[in-house]
């Protein structure tokens, strides 16, 4: 091969070499960069799933069914699906909350319920009062019950509606906090 072809080939392949590297420097000023980076973290689903809480004195204070469980791991908050509450300490009387949905705070001390959330009491294997509202939270420390919504109390000869109620669950004390009627059956 004479050297004019060589130094040829050897320009050849320069310009190549130069000219991919200029193409594959000018594809990355292109591409944006991502803003902040993106941790995604461990999450979990599970379906059919059970829950529990126990009180200071390590006993089972409450259940918490759901037909399904998503934890955010952005957040750590629990989603839940189908979900229903039983309350129901030892010396005191029991309590089962029913909603559409629900979610458990990161710290998990209050569970919020929305959608059809249904609260009943019961004296032995009678329901002797029904709550019926849209937004329910449950304060799980302080075994409280809050809303700022209309509530509908039914109840063994009568019904009160009001806005606003506060409920300690462990001592049977309800609260309706604004616009309270009632009908009573004698």
Do not use: C
């Not at 309350?87 to 005191?92: F, N, W």
């Amino acid at each position: 091969m004479e050297l004019r072809h060589v130094v040829r080939l050897t320009l050849l392949l320069g310009a190549a070499a130069a000219s991919w590297v200029l193409l594959d420097n000018s594809g990355r000023d292109a591409r944006p960069e991502p803003e902040e980076s993106v941790h995604l973290g461990v999450g979990y689903y599970a379906t059919r799933a059970k829950l529990s809480g126990t009180g200071e004195d390590g006993r089972l204070l409450y259940r918490v069914d759901a037909a399904t469980v998503v934890q955010s791991p952005g957040d750590d908050t629990v989603d839940l699906h189908e979900v229903a509450i039983s309350y129901e300490p030892t010396d005191r009387r029991p309590w089962n909350l029913h909603a559409d949905t629900g979610e458990i705070r990161a710290d998990g001390t209050i569970i919020e319920l929305s959608g059809n959330v249904v609260a009943e009491t019961r004296s032995g294997e009678v329901t002797s009062a029904t709550i019926r509202t849209d937004r329910l939270e449950y304060f799980t420390a302080t075994d409280t019950a809050t809303t700022d919504s209309v509530v509908t109390i039914d109840f063994a000869g009568g019904a009160v509606r009001g806005t606003g109620m506060r409920a300690r669950l462990a001592d049977n004390h309800l609260e309706l906090l604004s616009a309270v009627r009632g009908t009573y059956a004698p």
